[in-house]
């Protein structure tokens, strides 16, 4: 535009009655005004997000599983750990809990946990996953978890009760077991802990699988040895 023009119409709109100016800035400015306030608002959510409160990464990242009765509300359990083990809760760092239901139903909520939880193992975002026995010995088979006697001393596995699972290595076309290795020892038995109530009730009996990629190791081992000592 013109130096003219623009003096022009800067003229025209100072002769505007008030409701005639705010009729021409919604007529032409709605775009521009729309743009502005989206801009300062992803501005103002980054800045949040990122610097005056980001989130809090995991000290510690647990899921528990069940195909049966589950509560899928972490609340409780998150409350209690974070609490009883607050060295692995600071500012910046917290235990952080993830529940599944496996369970195959209509909406195959069973089918849709699984792929979610390839996915997030696949991204080393699970330390540990705990769980009935059945269910755990299937994520066993299929080679989820570590190897005890390599992820704890003599001294550290002499204090725990193990079981030990065969590792799926091949299968024939309809999906039946044709090679395995092992046994292995990859579940510990930690009983039926009173932090763990809120989640799978009291007469479940409780087992923990070490993910293979674990990113924080050193937490599982506090958190193991936590639960061994309530025992």
Known sequence: MLKYEKEKERKAFKAMT?????THIRNYYTLHIVAVIIVIAIGAWALNYYVINPPKTASLSIITMSDAGLNLDTTEFYQSINQEL???CTDSQEIQIQAMSMRDDEYQTGYYNSQKLVALVAAKSVD?????????KSYASADYFYHLDEFFSEEEAARMDTVSCEVTEETDEVGRVTKASGPYPLLISIGTPEILQSQFGTQQELYIGIVGNAPNP???KIFIEYLLNMQ
């Open 86 to 88: 607050a060295d692995l």
């Open 128 to 136: 540990i996953i705990i769980g009935p026995l059945d269910l755990l």
């Open 18 to 22: 008030f409701r005639e100016k705010l």
């Open 218 to 220: 050193e937490s599982v």
